[in-house]
């Protein structure tokens, strides 16, 4: 099989949850130990950083694989789903497996693969620890797929894991309550292994510090100790984002980080990111100044990241974002705001919004402004929600809008209606951004 038929045949084969939703997730390990050990364990031939969290895991991930592949680690870095192609997933300091081994992988083990038929997630996880093993990597930074506790990841013994923050997301899966869901992203914290919560939660703290006790992991809530604050002067800056980083919230240890990842919610992110630093130096990690500040620097240009806030065109502003929970979406909503309250942009606003049919689309949508032009697109994914039920639900919540089934289709058509000082954004969906032609 060449590269386009060895995907195709695993789409066909295996449940692949980006597509068939909750059906395909197997709530065990059994299929990706039993994987692994037939591949000779290669997940214990290298050492990791795990992260789990609602939102904020995939910019964490890029950051902490940035920063160490600046400190001059060989990284690698796994990550879910994919934007454009499934070689995304596995990179190692920056660079996306060749397909040539995704192939060879497939054409090697489909004995196994057939025996077992694990899900589309569980075989890719047990490619990535292969892949990462066999290119002698000096450390993986290895993305949580979903909730934690029994995440297919969640087979690795790490130096650190990292949980980002806990929204509502996946409870059919998770659960239906915030202590619900930080339990089974908990699962990730380890014996002995430190743990960094990047955000402290009133309704879920605690059920980390008893996870942490119970397994005598030392915790981290790094707004205790991190604070990262948008440097003074550059509030209204759009296009970058540039940070003072505060110790013990009084004394100042880094002024004006410049990252590449901007909107504003990237500052939370980047204070478990300091945490984590901090933690890994303690262990023995040599990261410098220079690498920390190169990493968040050129994160997107180091790790191939899209999709977080990345503008399009400046004029109009547009902008993409994979935010596509409501947690997501009102940290998105609120940045937004705070353009137009900067005086930074004072025109129109334009929505390009696909959302998947498992989300309460109709309380998302309730955060969406009304005095905005709405066009709903549908992603190519059969876990898409149909643009024309999209229409109904908007005008159940008075918010008029327009229904041009593709997203370039959409783009292209608000294009030739906005003004230079208008607004325009795409998303609700990691498939709809995914379609962007431009990305």
Known sequence: MNYEETINYLYNMLPVFHREGARAYKPNLNNTLALCEYLGNPHTKFKSIHIAGTNGKGSSSHYMASILQSAGYRTGLYTSPHLKDYSERFRINGKSIEKAKVVAFIEDHKDIIEKLLPSFFELSVALAFDFFAKENVDVAVIEVGLGGRLDSTNIISPDLSIITNIGFDHMDVLGNTLPKIALEKAGIIKANTPVVISERQVETSQVFIEKAIEQNA??????????????????QE??????????????????????????????KNLTGVFQSVEVLKNLGYKISEEAIRRGIAEVVLLTGLKGRWQVLDQYPLTICDTGHNEHGLKIILNQIDKLYASGLINGQKYFILGFVKDKNVEEILQLFPKDANYYFCQANSPRSMAAENLIKIAESIQLSGYSILNVNDALEKVRELAQ????????????????????
């Open 218 to 235: 030392p915790i981290y809530f790094a707004e205790d100790n991190y604070l990262v604050t948008v440097s003074p002067g550059l509030e």
């Open 420 to 439: 230079k000082d208008d607004f325009i954004y795409i998303g609700g969906s990691t498939f709809v951004v995914a379609e962007i032609n431009e990305l």
């Open 238 to 267: 759009s296009f970058s984002l540039s940070v003072d980083v505060y110790h013990n919230n009084s004394k100042k240890v880094f002024k004006e980080v410049k990252s590449q990842l901007i909107g504003k919610y990237q500052l």
